[in-house]
């Protein structure tokens, strides 16, 4: 593990510092092999490595956070995973997301973890119903059994704040950035055409309840004295709005 590690580094210093193309080209092509690799457990810990490492540098936090991304919204042949709201997928990510929910982290690195963590859980809406993939299926009955409104609320309960001053910014900001992202994600090109039609289908009956949950989500963000005078989470909810 420590060898590919520092592998992992060398090729990532060369694709964004080094001057030698021959270098670059080679680093690039290594990096796409083992981000297409089979062996899941061992891409996404390298990441969460790379993630968690305090001397490791912008460039390799944000690819494994690209990486993490990319692997939660696609399924890699021949890889085996677990299911997408299995705790031992989700768990490792939301902690990694919340170390990043700060105003000091690198924002790029924090958008890269939501959109991971959004991506993961929209699969997972997939996997545990049986209308949205399904010709036959309705979105008006997943709207009614509280899909979408579930997975908003359960991330509303995930980054409740309460605590101390710190823990409450990181939530703020974590669900200001959640919300941001969602419907980019809903919309991703990467997402096949027939699920993007289903999730417009699924915003659009959905749209009242999902509106109630998200505004009650976001004046709960705003009750916290000690997060309104953040000018980050200010941007954020009016983006989110």
């Known amino acids: 593990m420590e060898a590919f590690y520092a592998q992992y580094v060398a090729a990532v210093n060369a694709l ?67 299911p997408c709201s299995a705790p031992e997928r989700l768990d490792p990510l939301l902690d990694s997301f919340r170390h990043y ?38 979105s008006e009955r997943m709207a009614d059994q509280g899909a979408l409104n579930g997975m908003l609320a359960h991330l509303g309960a995930l980054f409740a704040g309460g605590g101390d001053a710190e823990s409450s910014q990181r939530d703020a900001i974590a669900l200001g950035t959640l919300l941001l992202v969602l419907p980019d994600q809903m919309r991703s090109k990467d997402v096949s055409l027939n699920r993007r039609s289903r999730y417009a289908l699924l915003l659009e009956a959905s749209s009242a309840s999902t509106g109630e949950t998200a505004m009650q989500i976001l004046h709960g963000i705003l009750a916290h004295p000690e997060v309104q005078q953040l000018r980050e989470l200010q941007n954020l909810l009016v983006q989110a709005l």
């Open 16 to 82: 964004y510092d080094g001057v030698d193309q021959t270098r670059r080209h080679e680093a690039d092509r290594w990096l796409t092999s083992w981000r297409d690799s089979s062996d899941t457990a061992a891409v996404v810990n390298l990441c969460f490595r790379a993630l968690q490492e305090d001397a490791s540098s912008p460039a390799i936090q944000l690819l494994a956070a690209q990486t993490l991304h990319y692997r939660s919204r696609k399924r890699i042949a021949g890889a085996v995973e677990p």
């Open 101 to 138: 929910c700060h105003p000091a982290a690198p924002r790029g690195v924090r958008l890269q973890l939501a959109l991971a963590l959004t991506a993961l859980l929209l699969r997972g809406l997939h996997e545990n119903s049986a209308e949205l993939d399904n010709p036959d299926g309705s």
